[in-house]
């Protein structure tokens, strides 16, 4: 249902566009590793992996099943609630492990959080946590990078901001992008899987970037 939804409302705020690696493969027990710039892009790259045929179980912040109805969505499809700084979060881990030997793919925002930035603007990803890595180690999963840009032409900035971007984006439509890389069988340390994660992230970022024409795809 949460696909579904997504694929529904994201054509109704901006037009989406996907495109893949010619050696990506979405492989069953794969995790997918996205950037992460606002609260509007978790729907963009849902609604992209579908028309992918792919519905993912999403870690995200715990918070969200405080959310009326969309609570009760994320609790009955299964997707992960991860307690940021807390000892709870490696419960999401456990989860996330047992989601992936069942054969789903698993989506993860490695970031732990969005930017404190208030402008609209691309800007490549953040510093990785140790999340990521963590499930790898557990798993051997391989890791498929998703970059996505254009969610912050949709909603970014302060409340106020994000609420008038809601509101006007569907007579906006702002153009929006997905990216999915070919993936990574990551090994090292920990810190070693973190950085080339991230790095892979940032080159699938990039490409989305690129296709909307902005400038910050150069920036590193």
């Not at 959310?67 to 992960?80: K, T, Y």
């Not at 419960?91 to 789903?104: K, M, Q, T």
Request: a positive charge; glycine letters at 8%.
């Amino acid at each position: 249902m949460l696909s579904r939804i997504a694929d529904l409302l994201v054509p109704a705020v901006g037009r989406l566009s996907v495109t893949i690696d010619t050696d990506a493969h979405l492989a069953p027990g794969s995790i997918l590793a996205a950037n992460h710039t606002s609260l509007a892009d978790p729907a963009i790259v849902v609604a992209a992996l579908r028309r992918l045929g792919v519905e993912p179980v999403i870690m995200a912040a715990a918070g969200l099943w405080h959310v009326p109805l969309l609570g009760r969505v994320l609790a009955r499809e299964g997707h992960i609630p991860v307690v940021r700084r807390d000892r709870r979060a490696a419960n999401a881990l456990d989860l996330a492990v047992d989601a992936l030997d069942r054969g789903r793919l698993v989506l993860i925002y490695a970031e732990g959080g969005l930017p404190r930035r208030r402008d609209a603007a691309e800007a490549a990803p953040g510093s990785f946590r140790s999340g990521l890595a963590r499930l790898v180690e557990s798993t051997g999963a391989p890791v498929v990078p998703v970059g996505q840009a254009g969610a912050r032409r949709v909603t970014s900035g302060i409340a106020v901001k994000q609420l008038a971007g809601l509101a006007t984006a569907p007579l906006r439509r702002p153009d929006l992008h997905v990216h999915v890389g070919a993936p990574l069988v990551l090994t090292g340390d920990r810190a070693v899987r973190t950085a080339r994660a991230r790095t892979a992230v940032t080159t699938a970022w990039r490409t989305a970037a690129a296709h909307l024409g902005e400038p910050a795809a150069l920036v590193a």
